[in-house]
Nanobody, 115 residues
Framework: QVQLVESGGGLVQPGGSLRLSCAAS????????MNWYRQTPGKQRELVAV???????NYSDFVKGRFTISRDNAKNTVYLQMNSLKPEDTAVYYC?????????WGQGTQVTVSS
């Protein structure tokens, strides 16, 4: 079955960096666009970044220039490099893959940006 396992979250000071990883299994990773979302309490989950099968990337305006999404098809892993972090980036970050039959999510990893 499809599994997505995020890691790499934690507590970081404003201006700091973190790299999130999402290890995928149970499907042909290289054939799917992968997404990172985030969610804060009381708010809807919002799209952060997208990477297509050919490596084309797209970012929401609030992370453009600070975050970089990448993928390693040999390792079935998608990454989110987060630089210049701000307190408003505090959220649970989720890995996602959308398939015809269903939309799959990982369990999420908490990112807290605070001094």
């Amino acid at each position: 079955q499809v599994q997505l396992v995020e890691s790499g979250g934690g507590l970081v000071q404003p201006g700091g960096s973190l790299r999130l990883s999402c290890a995928a299994s149970g499907f042909r990773f290289s054939l799917y666009t992968m997404n990172w979302y985030r969610q804060t309490p009381g708010k809807q989950r919002e799209l952060v970044a997208v990477i297509t099968t050919s490596g084309i990337t797209n970012y929401s305006d609030f992370v453009k220039g600070r975050f970089t999404i990448s993928r390693d098809n040999a390792k079935n892993t998608v990454y989110l490099q987060m630089n210049s972090l701000k307190p408003e980036d505090t959220a649970v970050y989720y890995c996602n893959v959308a398939m015809v039959v269903s939309n799959y999510w990982g369990q999420g990893t908490q990112v807290t940006v605070s001094s």
